[in-house]
């Protein structure tokens, strides 16, 4: 099977690339790939001739977007529907990447592909514009959100924990937001066993599901995991002291979702098989990577 991948530096784009290897991989990152260009979208399309598109591209700067507003759209709702319109020509499923901030976290249970949403910022109102543009336009797509993502690449809150906690000695966490960590590996892997199902004769699970993390925490509990492995490893010598601070105490120029959590039960149904979600294994791979020389 060839696979198209777009963003291809990031944290899931860098993760896929090393999972996809019994496949053919086109990988492309965005100086190679424009996905707000609908002429660049469909030339790669029919260069390539993938049998799936899996879209990792996004503009994933939170608060940064609530300033480049133009620039967020573009990326997370007019690059989906580039893809969309390129792949309903040459009838090419898409797997699009979204996320929990569709949500406004106000539930208090974990939140199903088909809750309703709420988004309370820039970036979260864009991705959502992506979902509805891809679900317009091309019937055989996959849709799968997800939340809190780490790994081993990129700019993320296990590195940053791990980066402020070799200079401190004690760090203020927010403590009333909950979510699920993901580790984008895991994301990565589950993609992968799906990508077989997609070209088989009768397939009909179209439509949008939920990848997060097996357990939910607070960012506090998970900064204090975190610290727990690495001087378990040997990534510091010893654990700085992690205060619970309040979201209020921690003012952000976007609102984020108290509760993040997502039901990731429609996902494994699809699968029909087990697949890991267990951050805290992907917690101690991701360090055991950022620990090789």
Known sequence: MKILLTGAEGQFGRCFQDRCTDHSLVALNRSELDITDLDAVQRACKTHLPDVVVNGAAYTAVDRAEQEVDLAVAVNSAGPQNLA????????????????????????????????????GVY???????????????????????????????NNFVKTMLRLGAEREELSVVADQV?????????????????????????DGWGTLHFGGDRAVSWHQFAQAIFAEAVDQGCLPQAPRVLPITTEQYPTPARRPGYSVLDSGSLAELLGLRFCNDWLQGLRFTLERLAQP
């Not at 309903?88 to 406004?104: G, K, N, W």
């Not at 592909?113 to 988004?119: H, I």
């Not at 109102?125 to 797509?141: F, I, M």
């Open 179 to 203: 979510g699920c960590p993901t580790y984008a590996g895991h994301i990565a892997d589950a993609i992968v066993a799906l990508l077989p199902l997609l070209k088989q004769p009768g397939f």
């Open 124 to 154: 979260g109102q864009s991705k959502w514009q992506g979902e509805e543009a891809v679900r317009r336009t091309l019937n055989q797509h996959l849709i799968i959100r997800t939340a809190w993502v780490f790994s081993e690449y990129g």
């Open 85 to 120: 319109v390129a792949c309903a020509e040459r009838d090419i499923p898409l797997i699009h990447i979204s996320t929990d901030y569709v949500f406004d976290g106000t539930a208090t249970s974990p939140y199903l592909p088909d809750s309703p949403v709420s988004p309370l």
